[in-house]
């Protein structure tokens, strides 16, 4: 679907009229990217990040292929691949620390996507199915980075193996055969390290097929705005290109310079000396942490420190182990309940003043504070810090945002995104020309009048 | 919206054209010139790395080869035929007219100096890269008493030059030379 | 409705289970229970800095000084690789430290590695050539733990890499043996172990390697640098930092060539973007 004021391909050679008619790939890429989409004329740079990913997706398939070439996953030999990637290949270092680095970018940028989404509210009526699908790659994003950590076969490969698959065995009853299973034998080896590079390999093109899904499921609708407020008509719009192509290839430039400084100056910054170690079944290093980008679900996993016990029986209803696993699954799985636990009518934060007040003062801190007590090590007061940004967090989505889209009055919203960029005036204009003609989503709740 | 489409106007005049597009030409220039500089790395990466470019020389010592035998060395991955040629053999090579081979050389051209009845060469067809037979005691030597390739039928005389069959050019022979009167180095 | 109703129990459910369960147990043991004790090493420990002046290859600048390199070398040579090896590192590598063909050609030959006998196939041992690997000191691990009070002494390719700040841990801890303050250790009952070496920028301390390089002038640098321990410990901190990782100067070379052109195409792309929303009229506010 499109907006009725979309602008058509239209084939001028007769190659591209017999392409047209045979595969209209040429169209397809109109419609999708070109100036056949009309998108909102006031996104800011926010809007930046979800064309971001999928260049880091790219950048990621594109060297983890080339990588591939070099890389043996057996666990005699793998560490010296990597290092013989390393030291002969042609370019081996330089594409081996644009793809570990470009792991931690995707993860620097989906995560500012994510936080763009959760304070416009992306995730509302019309759009649910795209964030439920983005939650979708957010979790196999997750498990690729995972399994590709454990490649290099070093010390913090080995025991993160170990650690992860370890989560598992908290499920009653088939927990422990599960990890076995998982691990194809009772400690990470080489069964475990070829099926992580089996899996390793597939995912990302999983992914790749997923986003497909998500990007068409946001030209149903069409993009969502800083103001909340739905296209209305032409005038709220601009095509996407040349207008966000342009944008977007600004940003792309910004972020290969960010990515560029990475890998070429600080390559091993984000990663841990320890991973230089080769793998090693009998000694566990001092202090283990995950990846930087799953530090807060750390926190999570390993707030829960006492089991769940009926008071003064010593009856454990559920061990302590079992708590954390849940919470940090369930930390992301409720994301898939998000459209429908916030149900302000009103998208954009900017608009929701005590929305506003709990996701500044409440989720950003806390989601910081996660961070940090992730990397650091299991001591006080590392341990009550996060225990109690562990409680704010799920406090915060279950129960802060159903009661405050219920009780809080929004500000008042601009007539349409026209008036938001250029002030009432410029508007009266275009309100008596297209109204509403093709609009994707009206608003959303009949008893919100927009400011006049 | 009227101020938009006014802009994209602004676009068809001439003058409009020169000076507002000179700059997407270059930034999209420019773009082109660092995504074809990414080819570079993706490419030269699957060429040979700085260890397989190092492992290049093999020592080969022949003493204990009697004539008429012949031993299979490595070089490169690959096999090397050493022959000592036998007093006949040699006379044989030397019999051909060279004008009338297909690769045209003489026995002399593949042998070192004082060391004529040493032949090394790569034990590789030059058709398409079969291993030949006649290196081991009892194998098919082929019409011309030299090495013969099974998979496509290629024989080779007693000099390693190609005879009959469909291979294009002689056994290939490396450089080498004699560190010692017993010892050489290929590579 | 449901949805809402339902998040609202489960979120008001794992915040009470955590409160009750882990955070008031867990603070009231911070606040109550007895302090956790600190080992006394810890009190021992000093951060180090690395030696004076840093490294010719600090800095996105860095260049290496390849007379440092060969110095650091020799360290290698003549006393670590006694029982340390470099497994990952190839005799012809050393023709990046500026040493020519022939000269790493006399170099490998130094060296003795594993090799077979052509005519018997027995296992042998043969002087070393530019393609092989530098020789692993001891058969198998077990061999090297019997050889060295049951502690494997780590191949130190990666060293530098495998450890935080690894240039200058390498030259700290290879400077920082010692004893400990005699008084403090009275103090707090602390004693070095009988066949571990007190070394005070050793994470624990107490470090099972000993003291490799103990007196001025224990190799004898062939470009007349006076070998002072402090100056071998840096020699080889830089020689193992290059070990680690041979292209690390190619690298920032290259990234300052790829940043500029980034920077250039940047800016046009950022000209590029004013000038396709020229047209638009500026934003309110």
Redesign the interface.
Known sequence: MSFAWAKQYEPKTPLTKWLDDKLPLPRLVYNAVGAGYPVPRNLNYMWNFGVLAGFCLMIQIVTGVVLAMHYAANQAVAFGTVEHIMRNVNWGWALRYAHANGASFFFIVVYLHIFRGLFYSSYKAPREMIWLLGVVIFLLMMATAFMGYVLPWGQMSFWGAQVITGLFSAIPLVGEPLQVWLLGGFAPDNAALNRFFSLHFLLPFVIAGVVILHIWALHIPGSSNPSGVEVKSESDTVPFHPYYTAKDGFGLGVFLILFAVMVFFLPNALGHPDNYIEANPLSTPAHIVPEWYFWPFYAILRAFTGDLTIPFTGIVLIPAKLLGVIAMFGSILLWFFLPWLDKSPVRSGHYRPLFNKFFWFGLIPTMAVLFYCGGAPAEEPFVVLSQIATAYYFLHFLVVLPIVSQIEVPKPLPFSITEAVLGKDATAEARTGTVDAGTAGTAPDGSLQPAE | ????T???G?LGTEEGVRR?DW??I???S??GV?GASLL???V????P????L??S?TEV?VSAIQPGQAIKAVFRKQPLFVRRLTADEIKSANEVEVSSLRDPQTLGDRTKEGHEDMLITMGVCTHLGCVPLGAAEGENRGEFGGYFCPCHGSHYDTAGRIRKGPAPLNLQVPEYQFTSDTVIRVG | MTIRLGGIIAGLAIAAVLVLWSLVPGAYNYIFGPPAEKQASYAFYEHGEGPEGGFAFDGPFGKWDVAQLQRGYQVYKEVCSACHSLKFVAFRNLSQLGYTEAEVDAEAATWTVPGIDPNTGETTTRPGEPTDYFPMPFPNAIAAAAANNNAIPPDLSLMTKARHDGSNYVYDLLTGYGEADPEKAAKLGFETPAGLYFNKHFPNVNIAMAPPLVIDGQVTYADGTEATVPQMAKDVAAFLTWTAEPSMVQRKQTGWFVLGFLLFATALAFLSYKQVWAGMKPKKK
């Open positions: 919206m009227a101020s938009d006014a802009a994209m602004d507002r700059i997407h270059a930034a999209l420019t773009a660092g570079i790395p993706l030269s990466q699957m060429a790395s700085a260890d397989v190092a492992a020389t010592d």
